[in-house]
T-cell receptor
Framework: KAGVTQTPRYLIKTRGQQVTLSCSPISGHRSVSWYQQTPGQGLQFLFEYFSETQRNKGNFPGRFSGRQFSNSRSEMNVSTLELGDSALYLC????????????FGPGTRLTVL | AQSVTQPDIHITVSEGASLELRCNYSYGATPYLFWYVQSPGQGLQLLLKYFSGDTLVQGIKGFEAEFKRSQSSFNLRKPSVHWSDAAEYFCAVGARGGYQKVTFGIGTKLQVIP
């Protein structure tokens, strides 16, 4: 079974721009979660989508948004980029039940200049 | 809300030595507990998880962890470390009342010296 894939792997943007990141979950998985990883903050939960609905949300500003498509693929969008948005963005997929394991993709490294 | 503390940001051990990485959690009930490992440039890989039952959990790559309710701890152990174990290790807690909302610790970076 193919793992979680994320595209692109690396991205460089400037302040004020917007960016869209993509995540394809493991086949059959209906839940996709997004995390922001920075050296000082560790992994911070952004949001989780299940069957095209946002089911959980972390404490991030409204500039961070996401969506999920009928094939469970998910996109995350960040508008009006700030320098502090530079991070590794990880997505994780699971079957979606409470006890189900999350499987992580390799991440997208976003650099904001 | 749940939280996780990994008190050691960086640990150095000699190859062949034993390893224990500490993790303390805060949660009002018995949580789901996880240990993940992240190698440079990679995503996170699940080492082991605790949901219920036996408090000593065996994982992949020879790792184990013990859930101690009285100490709110879930420490990761390995009897003999290999150079390939050098990586960053994350403890995480999931709320039983919520779907897939997992809180991660800050991580412990493990260095292995020959």
């Amino acid at each position: 079974k193919a793992g979680v894939t994320q595209t692109p792997r690396y991205l460089i943007k400037t302040r004020g721009q917007q960016v869209t990141l993509s995540c394809s979950p493991i086949s059959g998985h209906r839940s996709v979660s997004w995390y922001q990883q920075t050296p000082g903050q560790g992994l911070q939960f952004l949001f989780e989508y299940f069957s095209e609905t946002q089911r959980n949300k972390g404490n991030f500003p409204g500039r961070f948004s996401g969506r999920q498509f009928s094939n469970s693929r998910s996109e995350m969008n960040v508008s009006t980029l700030e320098l502090g948005d530079s991070a590794l963005y990880l997505c994780a997929s699971s079957a979606g039940g409470r006890a189900d394991t999350q499987y992580f993709g390799p991440g997208t490294r976003l650099t904001v200049l | 809300a749940q939280s996780v503390t990994q008190p050691d940001i960086h640990i150095t051990v000699s190859e062949g030595a034993s390893l224990e990485l500490r993790c303390n959690y805060s949660y009002g009930a018995t949580p789901y507990l996880f240990w993940y490992v992240q190698s440079p440039g990679q995503g996170l890989q699940l080492l082991l998880k605790y949901f219920s039952g036996d408090t000593l959990v065996q994982g992949i790559k020879g790792f184990e962890a013990e859930f101690k309710r009285s100490q709110s701890s879930f420490n990761l152990r390995k009897p003999s470390v290999h150079w390939s174990d050098a990586a960053e290790y994350f403890c995480a807690v999931g709320a039983r009342g919520g779907y897939q909302k997992v809180t991660f610790g800050i991580g412990t970076k493990l260095q292995v010296i020959p």
